[in-house]
Every structure is written in structure tokens, then in C-alpha cells.
């Protein structure tokens, strides 16, 4: 009985009540949500490649098991695998202001709190969150090198440096390349959390679309797809760099 | 050319290496063989500090470097005089067979990519395989990347050239072209510290056996000496045990 308010609602306003499912109205919608995509796919794309950065750090400390940050960079990933996106999402939208307000008392400092984007936060937010996965993925690929590569590198006189640019992270990537797609794609999705501080992404706008006509199932059919393609893009376009990177791999008789 | 000088190496309670002297002469091509466990391997790997010794100091080719106060610089010396060819070869996966030489000649030697792989084609040619030299490892047999492995070592120019159990992973029908190879480098005057119990190699090529067990040198000798008047019962044992005696 609860969806009665909404439907007399509907009748007051006139629109078709008839139809339990409206294709048209559906199909209306897209020219409404689409303009949101580009939003979505930047916060994930910038999210992701931040996270990418944070996390090849850490996992860069880990490996080589760099004093005091290696216990930082534990903490970190332990407390962003232990809470949910979302809870991190608030923390950092309601923690930031708090630290420059902080910072400004402190230093006489000037930031504002109001000049910041709301993009900014939920960047911020996903991006450590993004970071703290990936860096495990990471760091275990690297892991996953035999042992012998470095001493190979080390036995003609590279430098560690030179072994990890050359040789070592090369091939940790082949290996990494499909978890760290998986991560992008999970931040495809995550991004729709952004609506919980107010930031309109695709989600909002779907919702809010769909709030002015009722019809949440159809609008949320539309962005569901739209989800959708960008994932199966990523996955193209993942499986196409797996293959060149896999290139000096033997390959499995099919 | 090598002087090794009380060195000593424990992983844990484990003393794997308990006071090792030795001297090699330029030119001469030296085997050690012992049981497994012996500290062959690390003694060969400490030649290329692919371990660190806990004690004592080895000079190689007129550089010295003391365990403990090893500088990078020190490191760095020792690795451009020695290079070692690994059991497993390790060739770098991700790159061609011409590119595993080239490397070390662009990253470390700072040569020109033409240069290098004018040297690198060369050093392939030494070992027979200028046709593979676009292939990756991946695609070739374990004698061709052994082989690959030896044109790697050679293009540090090393005055050392160290190799562990070159041969013990390949199947028999590679071991004889990867000894061929090191036969020809040999005559060329290298001198070379192998881990080896390839009867072949250490009857036709070896100046020296080294006989390790428990991590001293036990034995020292040319090959004929080792193999048909032992000093030691431990040695007779060993190789009455391994079938090496009387080959």
C-alpha cells in the first residue's frame, strides 16, 4: 500500500497511469541522465589513476620494507579494507573541512572550506579507498616475480632501480593488469555513493529525474545500462592490453 | 685472480659456509662438487655478492671487498669483473633473446642501441644463436636459453665468469651444446668457477676440482687426482655415491 501516495500523485498530475511499465518515458529520460556520464566516468577514471599512484607507493614501501612507513602504510590499508566506502566518503567530506579550519588556526593560514568542489572530496575519498586495493594487488604481483630476475639484473650490474623499471615492474604488471581492471571497474560503480554528499553524478541524476515522474524503475533501468557499457568498454579495452602485455608468454594451445 | 680469504656464511643456526680459503689463477677453469648442501652454490654466489658473507674477504681481479664493510661501490666493482650464469637461467622473461644481452650493454655500459646490438649479435653468434635473436624466452628450448643465458654473462666482459649447475636442469640432449659453448669459452682463456657434476665438462676442461662438504674445501686437485686418489674417505664416499669415481 505504500506506493498509494505516489500514485495519487501521479493522477494529480495527469501523467499515463495506465501503463505499468512505460518504454517511452524510459527511453525520454536518456537525453536527461547522459549529460551526468562524462562526470561519472571522470571521478572514476581520476579515482582510479590516483589510486593507482597510492597505491604503487605503498605497495613500492612494502616491497622493500622502508622502516616506519611500511607500519603506516599497513595501518592505512588495514582500516580502508575494515570500513565501508562509505563511512571513508563522509569521513573525508566532514574531515577535511576540519583539518584546514584546523590548519588556519594553527598556521594563520587561509584555505577555504566553501571554495572546494564537492568532486573534490568524493576524489579524495575514492581515490584512498582505490589505493589502499590496489596496493595489495600490487604489491603481490611483484611478489609473484621469481626471485631470480633480480639477481639476474643485479648479476650483470644493474642497479635495484634499473631492475625495477626493466624488468621487474614489467612483468608485476602483466600480472596485476587484471585484478587492478577489476578495481576500475568496481570504481565505475562505488562513484554512485558521491550522491550521499550532494554531489550529482549519474546516480543523482537518475534519481532525481526519476523523483519528479515516480517512474524510479524506468530511469534506473536506464542508468543501470549505462553502467553497464562503460563497464563492458573497460573490459574491452582491459583485455586488449592483456593481450599485448602477455605477449612474451607462452601461449596455451586452445 | 680470485682470492678467497676465511669466508664464512650462516643462514640462521645453519653454517653453511665455515671458513673457506681459496686461490684461482687467471685462466684457470675450476669446478667444485660436493653433496647437496655443501655450500657450493653459496660459495659461488658470495663471488658475485648474490650473498652476503658474514665473515672474511674475497679479492677478484684486483678488487677487494670485505664482508661487513662492503661499500655499493664495492658491489658495483666485484659485479663488473664476474658474471654469473644462473641453473635456472633467469633470462628476463619480458625481453628478446638479442635484448637479454643488450641490456646490460644500454643500462649499465651506456652504449648506443646500435652498438649494443652490433655487441649483442655478436655474443649471440658466439653461441649459436643470432637466428632466435627476436624470440623470447618463453619460446625457446632450456639449452638455447642456457645459451642465451652465457651471451648475457659474456657481455658484462667479465674477467670471472661464474656459473651454477649450467647444465642440471636441461634435458641430456641439450647439455652437450651448452658445454660445447662453455668448452669454447674456456679455451678462450676465461677463467671460470663452476658448479658442476657433469663428468664431460670436468674430465675434458677442468684445471681444478674442489671438493666441498659441510662448508670447508676438503679436497683440491686436478680432476685425475680427486677422482682416482682421494685424500678422504668423505670424498671416496661421495663419489663412489654419486657414480663420478673412475668415469
Not at chain 1, 599512484?53 to 599497513?74: D, E, N, P, Y
Not at chain 2, 645459451?147 to 661464474?162: D, F, H, T
Amino acid at each position: 500500500m505504500c506506493f498509494l501516495p505516489g500514485l495519487r500523485f501521479l493522477l494529480s498530475r495527469g501523467l499515463p497511469v495506465g501503463s505499468i511499465f512505460d518504454p517511452g518515458y524510459m527511453l525520454s529520460t536518456i537525453p536527461q541522465i547522459l549529460p551526468y556520464l562524462p562526470l561519472t566516468m571522470g571521478l572514476a577514471f581520476l579515482s582510479a589513476g590516483l589510486g593507482l599512484v597510492i597505491g604503487f607507493l605503498v605497495a613500492l614501501v612494502r616491497f622493500f620494507r622502508i622502516r616506519i612507513l611500511t607500519t603506516i602504510c599497513r595501518v592505512y590499508v588495514s582500516f580502508v579494507r575494515g570500513t565501508p566506502m562509505l563511512v571513508q566518503l563522509f569521513l573525508v567530506y566532514y574531515g577535511i573541512p576540519i583539518l584546514l579550519e584546523g590548519l588556519n588556526a594553527q598556521w594563520g593560514t587561509n584555505f577555504s572550506v566553501n571554495g572546494i568542489p564537492r568532486l573534490v572530496f568524493a576524489a579524495v575519498a575514492f581515490s584512498l579507498n582505490c589505493g589502499a586495493y590496489m596496493s595489495e594487488t600490487i604489491r603481490s604481483a611483484m611478489l609473484s616475480v621469481d626471485a631470480g630476475q633480480l639477481e639476474a639484473c643485479y648479476s650483470v650490474n644493474m642497479t635495484t632501480r634499473q631492475a625495477m623499471i626493466r624488468i621487474i615492474l614489467p612483468q608485476a604488471f602483466t600480472v596485476a593488469l587484471p585484478p587492478l581492471g577489476n578495481s576500475l571497474i568496481s570504481m565505475v560503480k562505488e562513484t554512485s555513493l558521491a550522491f550521499c554528499i550532494s554531489l550529482v553524478d549519474m546516480m543523482a541524476q537518475a534519481k532525481l529525474v526519476g523523483s519528479r515522474s515516480f517512474r524510479f524503475f524506468e530511469v534506473y533501468v536506464v542508468v543501470s545500462f549505462m553502467y553497464w557499457g562503460i563497464c563492458i568498454l573497460i573490459e574491452q579495452g582491459l583485455s586488449f592490453i592483456e593481450k599485448r602485455m602477455r605477449r612474451y608468454e607462452r601461449g596455451l594451445v586452445k | 685472480m680470485i682470492e678467497v680469504h676465511g669466508l664464512t656464511k650462516s643462514y640462521g643456526a645453519t653454517q653453511v659456509l665455515r671458513g673457506i680459503d681459496m686461490h684461482i689463477e687467471k685462466g684457470e677453469v675450476v669446478t667444485l662438487i660436493g653433496p647437496s648442501g655443501a655450500g657450493k652454490t653459496t660459495l659461488l654466489r658470495t663471488l658475485n655478492w648474490l650473498e652476503k658473507p658474514d665473515a672474511g674477504e674475497i679479492v677478484l681481479a684486483g678488487n677487494t671487498i670485505r664482508a661487513g664493510k662492503a661499500t655499493r661501490q664495492d658491489v658495483m666493482n666485484l659485479r663488473t669483473q664476474s658474471a654469473m650464469v644462473f641453473q635456472h637461467y633467469n633470462l628476463f622473461r619480458n625481453r628478446t633473446a638479442l635484448e637479454n644481452v643488450t641490456e646490460s650493454l644500454i643500462q649499465v655500459k651506456k652504449l648506443s642501441r646500435k652498438h649494443a646490438e652490433e655487441m649483442g649479435m655478436n655474443l649471440l653468434g658466439r653461441v649459436g644463436l643470432q637466428d632466435k635473436r627476436n624470440e623470447y624466452p618463453s619460446r625457446l628450448s632450456g639449452g638455447q636459453q642456457q645459451r642465451v643465458g652465457i651471451a648475457r654473462a659474456l657481455a658484462v666482459e667479465p674477467k670471472v665468469m661464474l656459473f651454477d649447475e649450467p647444465t642440471s636442469a636441461l634435458d641430456p640432449e641439450w647439455v652437450g651444446e651448452v658445454l660445447a659453448v662453455m668448452n669454447q669459452i674456456a679455451s678462450e682463456g676465461m677463467t671460470m668457477v663452476v658448479v658442476s657434476h657433469e663428468m664431460r665438462f670436468v674430465r675434458s676442461v677442468a684445471d681444478r676440482v674442489l671438493f666441498l662438504d659441510d662448508g670447508l674445501i676438503l679436497e683440491d686437485g686436478p680432476p685425475e687426482k680427486i677422482f682416482e686418489r682421494p685424500l678422504h674417505e668423505r670424498t671416496r664416499q661421495f663419489l663412489s655415491q654419486a657414480n663420478l669415481s673412475g668415469v
